[in-house]
């Protein structure tokens, strides 16, 4: 497939971008699994999605601090923390639905940080988006042996806004009138 259009010319000689965040994974558990990990960030932090086009993007508010995408699809709330993987020098980001948190109110307390609790995330029976459970619990690791964080705002912004998909989809969905 040729690219369409004259495109110029290549760019040889870049360097890498070594000041270029790495990929953070979200990290949500599959039918019947687990996600264990000991959380790095303070706090939870909360945002309000849809589920578009078979994959979460954020509410957008655009212009007047509507979101197009309000108009036609169900927000939901998921909160997002920092985790380290399952005892691996690995991290990512727990994606933790309201029920859980429901069920776990210790993760919404802003009074007490995070930092350092086991956070075990259990999806319960066959289907993908069925119940989420979160439990926390006292890790075995100190917490200045801990990683610093990433930001886990700046995380999902990558994600989210790395994907141009996710942005002419709530213009779309505004110039449709809600029909994708």
């Not at 270029?20 to 959380?39: D, E, H, K």
């Not at 942005?167 to 110039?175: D, V």
Request: charged fraction near 15%.
């Amino acid at each position: 497939m040729n690219p369409p259009g004259n495109l110029g010319e290549v760019v040889w000689g870049v360097s890498p971008p070594l000041d270029r965040q790495p990929y953070v994974p979200i990290l949500s558990p599959g039918p019947g699994r687990t996600i264990t990990g000991v959380i790095l960030s303070d706090a939870l932090v909360g945002v309000f999605t849809h589920w578009y086009d078979g994959r979460t993007v954020p509410c957008y508010h655009g212009p007047g601090g509507v979101c197009a995408l309000c108009q036609w699809a169900p927000r939901r709330w998921k909160g997002y923390v920092a985790l380290l993987w399952n005892g691996t020098p690995r991290q990512g980001m727990a994606e933790i639905t309201l029920d859980a948190v429901r069920g776990c109110p210790r993760l919404a307390d802003k009074d007490v940080s995070l930092r350092g609790l086991r956070l075990v995330l259990q999806r319960k029976g066959r289907v993908p988006n069925g119940p989420v459970t979160a439990t926390v619990s006292p890790s075995p690791f100190q917490i200045e042996s801990l990683p610093v964080p990433f930001t886990v705002q700046d995380a999902l912004l990558r994600i989210w806004s790395g994907n141009e998909w996710v942005a002419s989809a709530a213009r779309s969905a505004a110039r449709e009138g809600g029909q994708a």
